[in-house]
């Protein structure tokens, strides 16, 4: 019986690895680009001038991904408590925190919005950014923490800014 066992628990690792694989693979991409958009230069030539080769090659990657997403404001007050179900990239490659688990580090009191991030072709939100009220900002994908890099999702929030900014002048 425990042989079975075993069988299962690898079986079982093997299935969340195949999917967690195919949902990297669904997540449209560019690669190998040498420099960033147009709408990030200024942040792109901050970078060159602070950032090893390969993190800056990094850094580029995840600026020009981030047109692959949509980002929505989303309502602190229309926000339920998730449960772990709700994200398949729980895997130890990509480890993401929970929408509440962010509003407990931050502090409801020092947020200043909370935007959902969509994959160009889903209505599902797949990754929260909170910005707080001291400008700084977390990410549920982690990739500051783990990388030190900014994620994509930041850079789609950033856009969507851009483009409020340049419509209210």
Request: charged share 25%; net charge negative; hydrophobic share 35%.
């Given at each position: 019986?425990?042989?079975?066992?075993?069988?299962?628990?690898?079986?079982?690792?093997?299935?969340?690895?195949?999917?967690?694989?195919?949902?990297?693979?669904?997540?449209?991409?560019?690669?190998?680009?040498?420099?960033t958009n147009f709408l990030f230069?200024?942040?792109?030539?901050?970078?060159?001038?602070?950032?090893?080769?390969?993190?800056?090659?990094?850094?580029?990657?995840?600026?020009?991904?981030?047109?692959?997403?949509?980002?929505?404001?989303?309502?602190?007050?229309?926000?339920?408590?998730?449960?772990?179900?709700?994200?398949?990239?729980?895997?130890?490659?990509?480890?993401?925190?929970?929408?509440?688990?962010?509003?407990?580090?931050?502090?409801?009191?020092?947020?200043?919005?909370?935007?959902?991030?969509?994959?160009?072709?889903?209505?599902?939100?797949?990754?929260?950014?909170?910005?707080?009220?001291?400008?700084?900002?977390?990410?549920?994908?982690?990739?500051?923490?783990?990388?030190?890099?900014?994620?994509?999702?930041?850079f789609q929030v950033m856009r969507?800014?851009?483009?409020?900014?340049?419509?209210?002048?």
């Open positions: 019986m425990p042989a079975m066992l075993e069988i299962h628990k690898l079986l079982d690792e093997q299935d969340k690895k195949n999917r967690y694989q195919q949902w990297k693979l669904a997540i449209p991409s560019i690669k190998n680009l040498e420099k230069t200024e942040v792109d030539k901050c970078c060159e001038r602070f950032l090893a080769p390969a993190i800056l090659k990094l850094q580029r990657d995840e600026i020009n991904q981030s047109f692959y997403y949509a980002a929505r404001l989303v309502d602190q007050q229309d926000i339920t408590a998730t449960n772990d179900d709700s994200y398949e990239e729980d895997c130890a490659e990509s480890p993401q925190a929970t929408i509440d688990q962010l509003i407990e580090v931050s502090g409801c009191d020092n947020i200043k919005e909370i935007w959902g991030i969509e994959v160009g072709n889903s209505s599902k939100i797949k990754h929260y950014v909170v910005l707080l009220k001291n400008n700084a900002h977390i990410c549920s994908c982690l990739l500051a923490i783990r990388k030190g890099i900014i994620c994509r999702h930041y969507i800014y851009s483009m409020h900014a340049c419509a209210e002048i």
